[in-house]
C-alpha cells in the first residue's frame, strides 16, 4: 500500500522545519537525514531525493532532466541563491574554475561522454538515464 501524495504546501511546511540559516555563512542548511556524501534527503512524492532538488521543485522550477549543484559548495545548504540549474558541463566547467578538478572529473572510470549528444555522466547513470533519451548507445 503506497502512501498518498500530500499537497506541495504540506510538503512545504515539512521542509522549512527542518531548515537552519547558517550563522558564519548565507547557507541555509538541511538539519535532518543526509546521505553518505553529506547530501540531505527527503521523501517527496513518495521517492527520497536529494534537498537541494526539492528545494527547487517545491518553488516551482523545471529540473527534470536537469544537474542541480551549488556553488557554496556545502552540501547541506539548501538555500535557492546557492544552487544552479544546468547540465554536468556547466558543473564541470564550475569544478575547474574553483580549480577543483581532478582525476575524478578526467577520468573515464568516473565519467563519460556520449559523442552523438553530448550527453556527461558517470558511467552508472548513463547506463540508466542516458540510454533512455539517447537513440545511440555507444560512448566515446
Not at 534527503?41 to 526539492?54: A, D, E, G, I, L
Request: proline content about 4%.
Amino acid at each position: 500500500m503506497t502512501k498518498p501524495i500530500l499537497s506541495d504546501e504540506i510538503y512545504r511546511q515539512y521542509f522549512d522545519q527542518k531548515c537552519e540559516p547558517d550563522d558564519n555563512s548565507d547557507c541555509l542548511l538541511w538539519t535532518a537525514g543526509k546521505n553518505n556524501v553529506g547530501y540531505g534527503m527527503f521523501r517527496y512524492q513518495n521517492k527520497m531525493q536529494t534537498t537541494h532538488r526539492v528545494q527547487l521543485k517545491l518553488l516551482g522550477y523545471d529540473i527534470e532532466d536537469k544537474v542541480v549543484f551549488h556553488i557554496c559548495d556545502n552540501y547541506a545548504c539548501v538555500n535557492p541563491d546557492h544552487l544552479l540549474i544546468g547540465t554536468y558541463q556547466d558543473k564541470a566547467q564550475q569544478v575547474r574554475q574553483k580549480g577543483k578538478a581532478g582525476l575524478a572529473w578526467s577520468s573515464k572510470k568516473y565519467y563519460q561522454t556520449c559523442k552523438y549528444c553530448g550527453y556527461h555522466g558517470s558511467p552508472a547513470v548513463l547506463g540508466y538515464r542516458h540510454h533512455e533519451r539517447c537513440k545511440q548507445k555507444p560512448l566515446v
